[in-house]
């Protein structure tokens, strides 16, 4: 691997879905791996073995390949890779920058305890700390040490955030911290303890040659930590982006109960991934004015710079505005897939997507999900039950005649656009009615509503025998 290869990573817990913050933060990490010709490394941070699943890991794969970001390398998974965590462990405690800590978890409260009675901060107090001259009392039995790792006393650590600018940390405002657990009571023998997050991460980017980081702000006061144990392993640091969080529409954080559903329900909803991207790319950084862009162009602009520092509002109607702009670029034949898909959830068997196409191509402009979308087609396979008041409305005794008769002429004529179109003129001739009378009709009884595009083009789309069945009781 060169020394000027850019590689990023995504790091996701699979603690529950992938959400919309770690999905951005993917995709800035992507884009600029793609933008520099290096490499993206997906890696599944998993030590949090309670709160761990199979499922959050398969709803994170597929999420990143319904977004289509191909990584190059991964998924790694931490919970193979504790050996090397140990390894590098000891290697520290051996050189001093980490030490063992055999102080109880009863003690530990006590230290804190007395720390709040004083009006202090809380703290460890480096109580198992080696130092020149300090005897250290015996390791009591019984008890299992953690590691923690010996934070430098003094000095501070300072980088140039990609997002942020210069951060500068004192390292007097950060104490020793637990960089490797012990393994549960109980554990059969051989069994290894699990690392903590600042430690493992470090070690990770260290070992997969990460030269950039992009996430989500609330990890900034971790990166001290990490920094203090590159430099304790002598080992050249990544630069930091560190993200704004994303606020939901009411300017409140993004949250289960406020917007934060997970990429793939987006999926669900009727959006495209393009449009998806387009619109997370956009929310938290800028090309200019530029608000529709392809996948193409932003790799091809995304260089690290015009990410924003303040947070960003989650905007569902301008979502749907860029998701509408995909759904009318999109090829017919693509989002007919979809709404088979679609109408499937709903029990709807719209038999092979290829007879779709032309419908999609006559109600894509006025939809912005294929949700939308399958809702105008499902009209076709399920009866539509037109609403009283339309039926008072639009299907009075005036324009009855004129259905019946071009119902007449329906069962004959060549079902399509033209003829149907053909068969309205010479009926509206022959009842001295208008077009505005007898569409508004056609509509409410056909698709059971009262705006639709061009009804010639719409009865075109049904078989015969559907409309002339709606058709039956006038
Ligand atoms: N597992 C961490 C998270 O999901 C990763 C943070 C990082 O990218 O370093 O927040």
Redesign the pocket.
Known sequence: MSKSTVRTRI???PTGFLHLG?ARTALYSWAYARHHGGQFVLRI?DTDVERSSEESVQQILDSMRWLGLDYDEGPHYQMQRLARYHEVAERMIAGGSAYRCWATPEELEAMREAQRARGEKTRYDGRWRPAPGKVLPPPPEGVQPVVRFATPQEGAVAWDDLVKGPIRIANEEIDDLIILRPPPAGAPPGTLGVPT?NFA?VVDDLDMGITH?F??DE?INNTPWQINIFRALGAPLPQYGHCPIILGDDGLKLSKRRGAVSVTAYEEMGYLPEAMLNYLARLGWSHGDDELFTREQMVQWFDGSHLARSPAQWDPAKLAWVNAHYVRQADDARLAALVVQQLARRGIDAGPAGSLAAACALYKDRCSTVVELADWIGMMFVDVQPRAEDLAAHVGDAVRPALQDLRERFTTLDWDKAAIAAAMKEVLAAHKLKMPQLAPALRVLVCGRTQTPSIDAVLALFPRETVLHRLRAV
Do not use: L, N
Request: charged share 20%; glycine share 10%.
């Open positions: 790091a996701p817990s770690t941070e997050y991460v980081v996430r989500g990890h």
